[in-house]
């Protein structure tokens, strides 16, 4: 009943922007954290940012400054406009509740940042 899919990856050089999209299914969006989380290769899956249903946000430290998490809860979806891109930004994402996940994960969307 709930999904969770992620959308907006490709490849970007360094330097490059993004914007990533996770449209919700579910009822639960609009009174419930959201965030988004990235896996790399080797690595375990890791909290970016998050933001809170009434709006406020909290970042990673390796993303803060470059990245921001929004939401639009009249469209069931967030956002991440992810700027300044470094080759270490290079996961899969994914979105999820948050600060603690709660939903099973979609498929996630791939960035790679290379020249």
């Known amino acids: 009943q709930v999904q969770l899919v992620e959308s907006g990856g490709g490849l970007v050089q360094p330097g490059g922007s993004l914007r990533l999209s996770c449209a919700a299914s579910g009822s639960f969006f609009r009174t419930y954290g959201m965030g988004w989380y990235r896996q790399s290769p080797g690595k375990q899956r890791e909290s970016v940012a998050v933001?809170?249903?009434?709006?406020?946000?909290n970042y990673a430290d390796s993303v803060k400054g470059r990245f921001t998490i929004s939401r639009d809860n009249a469209e069931n979806t967030m956002y991440l406009q992810m700027n300044s891109l470094k080759p270490e930004d290079t996961a899969v994402y994914y979105c999820n509740t948050g600060p603690t996940p709660l939903f099973p994960w979609g498929q996630g969307t791939q960035v790679t940042v290379s020249p």
């Open positions: 933001v809170s249903s009434g709006g406020s946000t």
